[in-house]
């Protein structure tokens, strides 16, 4: 090999280097900002089948009211105080406080009186903040069809944390 075709080859190794490294850092830059809105998680948040095994909670519950806006633990959430009707899953009963927000953009204001499917964890201090509502499918009134579907997933076995 002439010395010409040597410092080509060296010079062409040099250049792929340095543009795998640059792509490298521009790669890691993206991953290693913050995102607001948006949240990796290990399921379909949207399935029920996908979300139930990831709760502690599973529930009909009617909404009493309305308690506020706030931030928990750094999401924007509206605080609901709802009346446990049938439970599915876990042991909650009586009036409890759950947490309801969107991951990407505002959540629709559930309605006083209905009553809907909840999927829920506690925060980290439930006496405080209640129960976070795991679910981020449509919320809608419950029905038929819609506990039906709720009764199947809460079936399944809970998910190795």
């Known amino acids: 090999m002439t010395m010409n075709r040597k410092t080509t080859a060296l ?6 280097a340095g543009v795998l490294a640059v792509g490298g850092w521009l790669g890691y830059q993206q991953w290693n900002q913050p995102r607001e809105g948006h949240v990796l998680r290990g399921y379909d948040a949207g399935s029920p089948a996908s979300t139930a095994p990831h709760t502690e909670n599973v529930f009909t519950g009617r909404v009493a009211a309305f308690e506020e806006q ?5 999401w924007t959430q509206d605080v609901y105080r709802v009346e446990v009707g049938s439970v599915l899953r876990g042991d ?4 409890v406080r759950v947490t309801y ?3 990407e953009g505002p959540a629709a204001r559930l309605k006083d009186g209905q009553t809907y499917v909840f999927a829920t964890a506690a925060w980290t201090d439930p006496a405080k903040d209640g129960h976070a509502h795991l679910y981020q499918g449509e919320m809608k009134p419950v ?15 809970v998910a190795p944390q």
């Open 70 to 74: 706030r931030n928990i633990e750094g």
């Open 101 to 103: 927000g969107l991951d």
């Open 11 to 16: 010079a062409a190794g040099a250049v792929a």
């Open 92 to 95: 909650l009963s009586g009036t």
């Open 143 to 157: 029905d038929d069809a819609q506990l039906a579907v709720w009764k199947k997933a809460a079936t399944l076995p």
